[in-house]
């Protein structure tokens, strides 16, 4: 008997055990596509979850929160800082155990558009005061108060003597609080102008003095300043 003939019942039952694989296969690719489905439609879920909480944020940022006399109420804490209880619009109250206090035009418009905010991270925006004279006395000068402290601007009434050196210059100047010499790097951006015949110069270490009135200057001093204005 040939052996192909031997061999006629294994051929016959691998063939006949084939079509009984097919379903099998087709099943895993099923399972397979509901898988990956599944997992398509979750990475989906949290896009939009990501979505949803990224434009929270640029909303929280972009709109802009008044506070006023009706809805805010500022204190003194122990340490010498200034607290808020401010009620948002939805009713909810929110308590901020210190803020700070920004001017936005702290030289051509310093008693309008006040910002308050938080004083960890970023320095969150909390609201805006359009203007100062709408709130109690008491609170305008706690708010003053603080303002103070972070816009402290000596007034130069005199230009003793200004010396270059290195790329830097040497000012020896009186001022409304005394006498004081700073040192100021050359260049534009240290001294600019914030006003008509005003100019504000920054130093070396972050201070700020102001020139209230360059022409009240002797024609001297103005002179040591030509390189600056």
């Given at each position: ?148 402290l972070r816009y402290f601007t ?76």
């Amino acid at each position: 008997m040939p052996s192909w003939w031997q061999n006629k019942g294994n051929i016959i039952n691998c063939c006949s055990f084939s079509p009984r694989r097919l379903p099998c296969a087709a099943l895993g690719t099923e399972l397979k596509a509901e898988r990956a489905d599944g997992m398509l439609k979750e990475k989906m879920k949290v896009e939009d979850q990501v979505l949803e909480k990224q434009k929270q944020v640029v909303d929280d940022i972009t709109s802009v929160h008044r506070i006023t006399k009706e809805n805010s109420v500022f204190s003194r804490t122990d340490g010498g800082f200034v607290s808020l209880q401010y009620t948002e619009e939805d009713g909810e109250i929110k308590v901020y155990n210190r803020i700070t206090v920004h001017r936005c035009f702290p030289h051509s418009d310093p008693t309008h558009y006040i910002s308050i905010r938080e004083p960890e991270g970023d320095g969150r925006e909390i609201g805006l005061i359009d203007d100062m004279d709408q709130l109690p006395e008491d609170t305008c000068a706690m708010l003053n108060e603080q303002m103070e402290l972070r816009y402290f601007t000596p007034k130069i009434l005199k230009v003793r003597h200004i010396r270059e050196e290195y790329g830097y210059s040497y000012w020896d100047v009186v001022t409304d609080r005394g006498t004081c010499r700073f040192t100021v790097r050359m260049g534009g951006g240290s001294v600019y102008p914030i006003g008509k015949d005003r100019y504000l110069i920054n130093d070396l270490d972050g201070n700020r003095f102001e020139i209230p009135d360059l022409y009240k200057l002797s024609a001297r001093e103005i002179k040591q300043l030509d390189l600056f204005i």
